[in-house]
């Protein structure tokens, strides 16, 4: 009996012991801040020259944009080309111009890249300017 209640006894205090006790050497974790990731808060898209748009041409132009501790992209490289330069150069200058919320590890603002697809869709129905343009080229002008 008296081995048993030793035993027990052992096992109560190796139990309590994994629990933290109170041993005042004890240092409390810092308490942990889910990481957060960039998220977009302003952009405008990109203008489409209307001449492109009555023509039928669009395309999609992917960037990578680094996005500073401050929100605003501090690089903006092109790796993917929607196939025509002047819808290229209206992404890229679209994109230099937009606002994000930076990404966080820690509590603290980090620099983060994405990519970012720029997507350029010919306008359904067209605009009533493209008749205008069609009838402007037809003369030769």
Known sequence: MILRTTLLSLFLVGALAGCGGTGGDDVAAPPQVAPTEVAAVKTPPP????ELGCTGVGGTTTLKVVVGIDGRPSDVTQI????NAQLDEQ???AVRGW???????NGQKIPATIQVPVRFNPPNPRPDE?????ERMRRGG
């Not at 203008?47 to 209307?50: A, F, L, N, S």
């Not at 606002?99 to 590890?105: C, K, L, P, V």
């Not at 493209?130 to 069609?134: G, K, L, P, S, T």
């Open 47 to 50: 203008q489409y020259p209307v």
């Open 80 to 83: 993917g080309s929607s196939g």
């Open 91 to 93: 992404a890229i200058a």
């Open 99 to 105: 606002q994000f919320n930076a990404a966080t590890r």
């Open 130 to 134: 493209c008749f205008a343009i069609e």
